[in-house]
T-cell receptor, first 113, second 112 residues
């Protein structure tokens, strides 16, 4: 499975934007870029995903580099509830046998009041 | 609409014993995946079940086995428990094997 590289930790202030980077230089043409986050004592929660184009949803935006070797998750206004571990994942989909999520270490986001 | 549920919440077992963990998928979901998360690490994929068959398997020994029932619920069995099996076991469900996964709260297994 292709690997992703993320900073171990990042800090932000409440109500400011947060840009969480992810490098995935070995991505293949069919790999989807997924972001999940895990709040303390909870299971991971889906945030957003994309293939080539930038994506927006109610939680965040995903900016994907033109060569797809990196991406950035953008939280437009961080809140204290956004403090979590954020995982950037390349999801390989195999038509006949399903898909798996390969988690790395993730980025621990701290949001300061 | 209930999300993914797992039971039990916590479990303490002795080395060498066997354990069964249970998962009920989100309504309308027919695919269940299991992950192991050691303390301070990201979840590691164990296997995925669809149509009552194991479709994909991660790098886990045969001591880890599973089952999916006709109602799509699933069990994870671990035999001959080792201290290193202590972890949070997460179940995730999806509408089909290719779509996004919804995770349950996990079962915390402690092996002493």
């Amino acid at each position: 499975d292709a690997k992703t590289t993320q900073p171990n930790s990042m800090e932000s202030n409440e109500e400011e934007p947060v840009h969480l980077p992810c490098n995935h230089s070995t991505i293949s043409g069919t790999d989807y870029i997924h972001w999940y986050r895990q709040l303390p004592s909870q299971g991971p929660e889906y945030v957003i995903h994309g293939l080539t184009s930038n994506v927006n949803n109610r939680m965040a935006s995903l900016a994907i580099a033109e060569d797809r070797k990196s991406s950035t998750l953008i939280l437009h206004r961080a809140t204290l509830r956004d403090a979590a571990v954020y995982y950037c994942i390349l999801r390989v989909v195999e038509e006949t046998s399903g898909s798996r999520l390969t988690f790395g270490e993730g980025t621990q986001l701290t949001v300061n009041p | 609409d209930a999300g993914v549920t797992q039971s039990p919440t916590h479990l303490i077992k002795t080395r060498g014993q066997q354990v069964t963990l249970r998962c009920s998928p989100k309504s309308g979901h027919d695919t269940v995946s299991w992950y192991q998360q050691a303390l301070g690490q990201g979840p590691q994929f164990i296997f995925q079940y669809y149509e009552e068959e194991e479709r994909q398997r991660g790098n886990f020994p045969d001591r880890f086995s599973g089952h999916q029932f006709p109602n799509y619920s699933s069990e994870l069995n671990v035999n001959a428990l080792l201290l290193g099996d202590s972890a949070l076991y997460l179940c995730a469900s999806s509408i089909n094997p290719q779509t996004r996964q919804y995770f349950g709260p996990g079962t915390r297994l402690t092996v002493t």
